[in-house]
């Protein structure tokens, strides 16, 4: 049976455009701003980790608290948003922000390194909802697809650029020269989106406690949500797999950085054509075949023993991720409702980071018990799972919903 569409669904109506120009300055800049220190300083945080005197295992699960602190907070952020507005969540997500990246820099052991690490996520996870709520307020719901990719898409231009621009601060500061750039980056960000104007509805609005969203929603949340979860281990395993099969091969560093340089550039090439298509076509248009070039190209890696093979698989995981791009959150604003949107939001974020955060140490367990070709099958079937998952529940042309979701 189909259920109704979703509170904030598109419906057929008359066609109105967003007007991007409007959101360069409040959305779009903050964002690749956010995404540059991020991409500066992501590879330096395991070096600054290892200069405090921590082991490569425990280098690894220092760094990881940044994603347990993005669990931590999604459902708190919700409510701070929902009570405080928009632009007030923001300003608190990056004072946090910056006072987990000064721990970071001026760390005196590893444990304060960790504190730094748990509240860098914990500030990401409220700077990205405020950031998404702010856009499902003030977007029309027919260009929410496109608009959204672009904001994603812009901060992952950031991450794109930002290790480029950290390495040659690196090369004359050290690691910790990268962590200033993110330091500076998240001021910047959240200074710019102060001069933005609050949203109507953006403010508080008799915030919904979050016990009650999830009993409500838990039917949103464990049909949809589980298609979110998937995808979010697909992504941030691509990031720890390609390179570890990349050191399993033998792949010249060099050379390996230049392959993930390309892919990438696919990556956020494939970003606006993804709204667009997202706007036109469903959501599910985008969900099924995103997480079926996952499954495609975790299939191939342990077949893949050159730098070709690997490039060309490191290739079709950046076109699943760039296919993917906004699709997460475009789905979470369509069927969140509409008087508690941010509360609802929160809790949809957590099952993509949960994901995100599950994947990586998945592959961690697999790959100490055995060949890191089982990771990778054990990846392929997750993605062909979230693939049947979105086509029977995610939203199709016209933002109805399919199956039992409700």
């Given at each position: 049976m189909t259920?109704?569409p979703?509170?904030g669904c598109?419906?057929p109506?008359?066609?109105?455009?967003a007007?991007?120009?409007?959101?360069?300055l409040p959305?779009?800049v903050?964002?690749a701003v956010y995404?540059l220190?991020?991409?500066a300083?992501?590879?330096m945080f395991p070096?600054?980790a290892?200069?405090?005197?921590a082991?490569?295992?425990?280098?690894?699960l220092?760094?990881a608290?940044?994603?347990?602190?993005?669990?931590?907070?999604?459902?708190?952020a919700?409510s701070?948003?929902?009570?405080?507005?928009?632009?007030?969540?923001i300003a608190?997500?990056?004072?946090?922000?910056?006072l987990?990246m000064?721990a970071a820099?001026?760390?005196?052991?590893?444990?304060v390194?960790g504190?730094?690490?748990?509240?860098?996520?914990?500030?990401?996870?409220v700077?990205?909802?405020a950031?998404q709520s702010?856009?499902?307020?003030?977007v029309?719901?027919?260009?929410?697809?496109?608009?959204?990719s672009?904001?994603?898409?812009?901060m992952?231009?950031?991450?794109?650029?930002?290790?480029f621009l950290?390495?040659?601060?690196?090369?004359?500061?050290?690691p910790?020269?990268?962590?200033?750039v993110?330091?500076?980056a998240?001021?910047?960000?959240?200074?710019?989106v102060?001069?933005?104007?609050?949203?109507?509805?953006?403010?508080?609005?008799g915030?919904?406690?979050?016990?009650t969203?999830?009993?409500e929603q838990r039917?949103?949340?464990t049909t949809?949500?589980?298609?979110?979860?998937?995808?979010?281990?697909?992504?941030?395993?691509?990031q720890?797999?390609?390179?570890?099969?990349a050191?399993?091969?033998?792949?010249?560093?060099a050379?390996v950085?230049?392959?993930?340089?390309?892919?990438?550039?696919?990556?956020?090439?494939?970003s606006?054509?993804?709204?667009?298509w997202?706007?036109?076509f469903g959501r599910?248009?985008?969900g099924v075949p995103?997480?079926?070039?996952?499954?495609?190209g975790y299939?191939?890696l342990?077949?893949?023993?050159?730098?070709?093979?690997l490039?060309?698989?490191?290739?079709l995981l950046g076109v699943?991720?760039?296919?993917?791009?906004?699709?997460i959150?475009?789905?979470?604003a369509?069927i969140?409702?509409?008087?508690r949107r941010a509360e609802f939001?929160?809790a949809?974020?957590?099952?993509?980071d949960?994901?995100?955060?599950?994947g990586p140490?998945?592959?961690g367990?697999?790959?100490?018990?055995?060949?890191?070709?089982?990771?990778?099958?054990v990846?392929a079937v997750?993605?062909?799972?979230?693939?049947?998952a979105m086509?029977?529940?995610?939203?199709?042309?016209?933002?109805?919903?399919?199956?039992?979701?409700?």
């Amino acid at each position: 049976m189909t259920a109704a569409p979703a509170t904030g669904c598109p419906t057929p109506g008359p066609r109105v455009r967003a007007r991007l120009a409007p959101l360069v300055l409040p959305v779009f800049v903050p964002s690749a701003v956010y995404g540059l220190g991020n991409g500066a300083a992501a590879p330096m945080f395991p070096l600054r980790a290892l200069e405090l005197g921590a082991s490569p295992g425990l280098a690894g699960l220092v760094v990881a608290l940044s994603g347990f602190g993005m669990i931590l907070m999604d459902l708190p952020a919700g409510s701070i948003v929902a009570r405080l507005g928009e632009r007030v969540a923001i300003a608190l997500g990056s004072a946090a922000g910056a006072l987990g990246m000064l721990a970071a820099i001026f760390a005196p052991n590893i444990a304060v390194f960790g504190a730094g690490m748990l509240l860098t996520g914990a500030a990401t996870a409220v700077w990205g909802l405020a950031r998404q709520s702010y856009v499902v307020a003030v977007v029309p719901v027919a260009d929410r697809g496109r608009v959204l990719s672009i904001f994603a898409g812009s901060m992952r231009l950031g991450f794109f650029a930002g290790p480029f621009l950290g390495a040659a601060i690196v090369h004359g500061a050290g690691p910790v020269g990268a962590l200033w750039v993110q330091l500076g980056a998240v001021v910047l960000a959240g200074g710019l989106v102060a001069v933005m104007p609050e949203p109507e509805e953006g403010a508080a609005t008799g915030a919904t406690g979050i016990g009650t969203v999830l009993r409500e929603q838990r039917g949103l949340l464990t049909t949809l949500g589980s298609g979110a979860l998937l995808m979010g281990a697909a992504r941030a395993s691509r990031q720890v797999l390609l390179p570890l099969w990349a050191a399993h091969i033998g792949a010249d560093a060099a050379v390996v950085a230049l392959l993930f340089g390309i892919a990438g550039a696919v990556d956020v090439l494939m970003s606006y054509p993804a709204g667009l298509w997202m706007d036109r076509f469903g959501r599910r248009a985008i969900g099924v075949p995103s997480m079926l070039c996952f499954a495609s190209g975790y299939v191939v890696l342990p077949f893949a023993g050159s730098v070709l093979w690997l490039g060309v698989v490191a290739t079709l995981l950046g076109v699943a991720n760039g296919l993917s791009n906004g699709v997460i959150m475009t789905v979470g604003a369509d069927i969140a409702p509409a008087d508690r949107r941010a509360e609802f939001l929160g809790a949809w974020r957590l099952t993509h980071d949960f994901g995100m955060f599950a994947g990586p140490i998945t592959i961690g367990v697999i790959g100490a018990v055995s060949m890191l070709g089982g990771a990778a099958v054990v990846l392929a079937v997750s993605a062909g799972v979230g693939a049947a998952a979105m086509y029977r529940w995610f939203p199709g042309p016209g933002g109805v919903l399919r199956g039992s979701a409700r």
